[in-house]
């Protein structure tokens, strides 16, 4: 079986930075691509963050410039880098890995998702 832990959420002021880590443990073969998901109360949950196997990365415009996702692979883990932080976005942050790994259904690509992590800014 494959886990997928977050840690590093936590309280901040506007404009101040935090660093989320998400680190993947278990029966793994390879790791394809992480992405950070967001959900607010009373919100959808959005994309945040997202890099390939090969470290591409993709952003959406409410984050492009304040955030870095990198990717530690003989770590087995990825990391939110998180600047310039607002009140707006204050939600649980919530990893999610395309892994190879050895699971229930044998040894294939399976979609794992953390527990989540609370980062709230405050004005």
């Known amino acids: 079986q494959v886990q997928l832990v977050e840690s590093g959420g936590g309280l901040v002021q506007a404009g101040k930075s935090l660093r989320l880590s998400c680190t993947a443990s278990?029966?793994?073969?390879?790791?394809?691509?992480v992405a950070w998901y967001r959900q607010a109360p009373g919100k959808q949950r959005e994309l945040v963050a997202a890099i390939t196997s090969d470290s591409n990365t993709n952003y959406p415009d409410s984050v492009k410039g304040r955030f870095t996702i990198s990717r530690d692979n003989a770590k087995n883990t990825v990391y939110l880098q998180m600047n310039s932080l607002k009140p707006e976005d204050t939600a649980v942050y919530y990893c999610?890995?395309?892994?190879?790994?050895?699971?229930?259904?044998?040894?294939?690509?399976?979609?794992?998702w953390g527990q989540g992590t609370q980062v709230t800014v405050s004005s």
């Open positions: 999610n890995a395309f892994i190879v790994g050895d699971g229930p259904g044998g040894v294939r690509l399976y979609d794992y």
């Open positions: 278990g029966s793994i073969f390879s790791i394809d691509t």
